[in-house]
Structure formats: structure tokens, C-alpha cells
């Protein structure tokens, strides 16, 4: 987990309200990702982002928003219209194209959001 | 599409008795192959990938896999179990042809190891 944050730990939610979990790293990795993981359905990619300022949707972007002001940071909304936001989310980053290891895709401890 | 399967959800193996975990998976082109570990409320942790060279790749914790092109395959193993490896792992993949694209996951398998 080292080099990337993710916080909070834990998150509570009303139905309704939209929420913002925060992931930095400090590994100068130009890709960033959002995964959703659900119980026995493994990990789901959200949106990533290989360069600052573009962000790309992955295969459930539907209810979720993200921006990458910073090459450090790429905060995910979970907006109202996520209609089953319960999960366990995870971000990860990757070195650039050309350098040592690239394609290792390095993750954070996760944030677990429960809707109440 | 690439993807990825694990076949079991779950494997058990007694505490000193070898362990395997399969993998197989479906991309165009040559593969890049990656296990992940993760254990409970936690992010997941690099195990070890295969790239190209060798078709046995050693990881971390002891841990190894081998790449198999005609299977289709890159089953992850260890040569004595602990029953500290017992956790949730996952065999990603991508086509060594499409850049800097995310990781496609399987679902994962559960280890569990029986003192």
C-alpha cells in the first residue's frame, strides 16, 4: 500500500447525498484508476486516467464522476444516481510507459462506503 | 476483449502441503500477467507478473507461477503452504498490444490453509 492514500477508511452515506473519497500517491505515476469490488464479483474498473487532465470511463462509470487536476490526485464522486454505491473501493496508479515496471499496477488500502 | 478466469472460488490445502491457484486467460496478442494478493479490508499487494523470458516467474513470499501459451494459462503456486498465506487472490492480464490500459481482473480465488 505504501505511496498511495486513500481516505476515509470508512464512509457513511444518506441516501441522496453524493460523496467524495480521496486518493494521492506520491510515486510520481503518471496512470491512475478507480475500481469498485463487490463480493464474488472481483474488481470492476470505474474510470482511470492516464495523463493529467483526461480521464477515460472503464466498464461501470454510470452514477460515478472523477477529475485529475493533479498528477498526485483523482478524487471519486459517488453521486445520488449510483443506485447500489455499498462497496469496497480501490484506487491504483502505474509507473509511465517507459519506465521500470511498467503495466504493475500498485493499489491503496481501500474505503468502504456503506448507503444508509 | 480480454479477459480472465479463475475457476475456483475456493481452494483449501493443509499447512506445508504445496498450493496452486489457476489462472487462464483470453487476450489478443502476448499477454502481460500479474497476481495480486489481498487480505481482509485491505488493498491488494504486487505478487509477481510475467512480462516475457522465462516461463517460470518467482514472486514474492515464495510464491511462483508459470506461463503457459498454449494452455492459455498462468496458474500461481507454492511449494509449502502457511497457513499466513490464507487470503483473497487475483490473476490480472493485458494485451501486451494495447498501451497503458487498466488490468483486467478475474474474480478472485480464496486460499484457505489448515494448520
Known amino acids: 500500500d505504501g505511496g498511495i492514500t486513500q481516505s476515509p477508511k470508512y464512509l457513511f452515506r444518506k441516501e441522496g447525498q453524493n460523496v467524495t473519497l480521496s486518493c494521492e500517491q506520491n510515486?510520481?505515476?503518471?496512470?491512475m484508476y478507480w475500481y469498485r469490488q463487490d463480493p464474488g464479483q472481483g474488481l470492476r474498473l470505474i474510470y482511470y486516467?492516464?495523463?493529467?487532465?483526461?480521464?477515460q470511463k472503464g466498464d461501470i462509470a454510470e452514477g460515478y464522476s472523477v477529475s485529475r487536476e493533479k498528477k498526485e490526485s483523482f478524487p471519486l464522486t459517488v453521486t445520488s444516481a449510483q443506485k447500489n454505491p455499498t462497496a469496497f473501493y480501490l484506487c491504483?496508479?502505474?509507473?509511465?510507459?517507459?519506465?521500470?515496471?511498467?503495466?504493475?499496477?500498485?493499489f491503496g488500502p481501500g474505503t468502504r462506503l456503506t448507503v444508509l | 476483449a480480454q479477459s480472465v478466469a479463475q475457476p475456483e472460488d475456493q481452494v483449501n490445502v493443509a499447512e506445508g502441503n504445496p498450493l496452486t491457484v489457476k489462472c487462464t486467460y483470453s487476450?489478443?496478442?502476448?499477454?502481460?500477467l500479474f497476481w495480486y494478493v489481498q487480505y481482509p479490508n485491505r488493498g491488494l499487494q504486487f505478487l509477481l507478473k510475467?512480462?516475457?523470458?522465462?516461463?517460470l516467474v518467482k514472486g514474492s513470499y515464495g510464491f511462483e507461477a508459470e506461463f503457459n501459451k498454449s494452455q492459455t494459462s498462468f496458474h500461481l503456486k507454492k511449494p509449502s503452504a502457511l497457513v499466513s498465506d490464507s487470503a483473497l487472490y487475483f490473476c490480472?492480464?493485458?494485451?501486451?498490444?494495447?498501451?497503458?490500459?487498466?488490468?483486467?481482473f478475474g474474480k478472485g480465488t480464496r486460499l484457505s490453509v489448515i494448520a
Open positions: 487476450v489478443s496478442g502476448n499477454p502481460y
Open positions: 490480472a492480464v493485458r494485451s501486451r498490444n494495447s498501451g497503458n490500459t487498466p488490468l483486467v
Open positions: 486516467s492516464q495523463i493529467v487532465n483526461d480521464f
Open positions: 491504483a496508479s502505474s509507473p509511465p510507459w517507459s519506465g521500470p515496471n511498467t503495466d504493475t499496477q500498485y
Open positions: 510475467y512480462i516475457t523470458g522465462d516461463n
Open positions: 510515486l510520481n505515476h503518471d496512470a
